[in-house]
């Protein structure tokens, strides 16, 4: 886990790989079709992009991002990606359980994940979830962020907001429930 002490950011990294035995369903199944790479160059299209990506699954926590396997003589399993990330929204919530505010990829099994862990926090409408989306050509500017417009995406219409900083770019929605 990484802390930045200054801003009071955490980085919290999982793995999908347990040593432990694990019921069948929890195993991670590549199906031969792997989700593109979204690297359209408007930011905006790739939000629409991702957004119709999600209601191309079976169910929207059944990503699939590769052929991971273990090796033949392997003990352990490889976990779906939302089981894993069910664990650790949960380890975050023990470690930090009055955390309000999460800044996330934009991935909708994430929210979930994140809701499911904070569910009180949720129900007293006090838990907040940003997705972001980002291009970052110049990591050395310094000037401001400037506001450029809004537009909605995706089944629930969600409203992301669109900013500028030279050639940097960078969408974001937030979700309050």
């Known amino acids: 886990m990484l802390f930045a002490v200054r801003t009071l950011n955490i980085l919290h990294l999982s793995t999908n790989y347990t040593q432990h035995q694990a019921g069948e369903s929890l195993h991670y199944r590549y199906r031969g079709n792997a989700e593109p790479e979204l690297h359209d160059n408007n930011i905006v299209q790739r939000v629409d992009m991702r957004e119709a990506q999600f209601l191309r699954r079976s169910q ?13 003589n392997a003990k352990g399993a490889i976990l779906r990606p939302v089981i894993t990330a069910h664990g650790h929204f949960r380890v ?86």
């Open 92 to 177: 975050l919530n023990i470690l930090f359980p009055t955390v309000k505010t999460h800044v996330i990829s934009h991935e909708c099994f994430l929210r979930g994940a994140i809701i499911t862990a904070w569910a009180d926090l949720f129900r007293q409408q006090q838990g907040e979830i940003w997705f972001i989306e980002e291009e970052i050509a110049d990591d050395t500017d310094n000037m401001p962020w400037r506001f450029q417009g809004k537009t909605y995406h995706g089944w629930w219409k969600n409203q992301w907001q669109l900013w500028v900083q030279g050639k940097n770019r960078k969408m974001s929605a937030w979700y309050v429930h």
């Open 60 to 72: 929207f926590d059944e990503i699939q991002y590769g052929s991971a396997a273990l090796k033949r």
